[in-house]
């Protein structure tokens, strides 16, 4: 998809805030351009950084397992961050750097359309579903924006840390998995 392309490169220059200055590769997106489903996290890690690829540290190894149980993989989603440059010791993107990236997050979302957005832990829930999202409380339940759906299940990296949220978030991948059955084509 050329204005993808065209998205990468003028955020490829980006230096809005600090991150761009020490990221040793930009972390733009990756999978379907034409995905009716897009997953987003918050930021890249160590991992995603020199490869320039969301979500293939351990966490995206978890993610990608999780997703294999509904049948979903890397042709049938696009995946990117709020941030596109990794915060140094992978701590949380400052709303500031949130705010210098969404624009470029917005415009993906534009050009690939998707009928369902996943949110990826707390941060994405909260800059993209509302504000005071509690992802304790919430994750796993839909709401509409405008023509998308949207919900949010926890980080993949949280789960590592404490698998006592696994199972909760077994149930959310169903519901993910039925979301998609109801509205994708």
Known sequence: MEQLELLRRQCEGCQRCPLGESRT????????????????????????DLTGIPFVGPAGKLL???????????????????????????????????????????EQTRLIQPKIIVCLGRIAAMRLIRNDYRITREHGQWVKKGNIWMTAIYHPSALLRDESKRPETFDDLLSIRDKIREVCG
């Open 64 to 106: 990608d397992q999780m997703l294999e149980i509904i049948d979903l993989d890397r042709e049938k989603y696009y995946i990117a961050n709020i941030v596109k440059c990794r915060p140094p010791r992978n701590r949380d993107p400052q709303a500031a750097e949130q705010d210098a990236c969404i624009g470029y997050l917005r």
């Open 25 to 48: 590769n930009l972390v733009f997106g990756d999978g379907n351009p034409k995905a009716e489903i897009m997953l987003i996290g918050e930021g890249p890690g160590e991992q995603e």
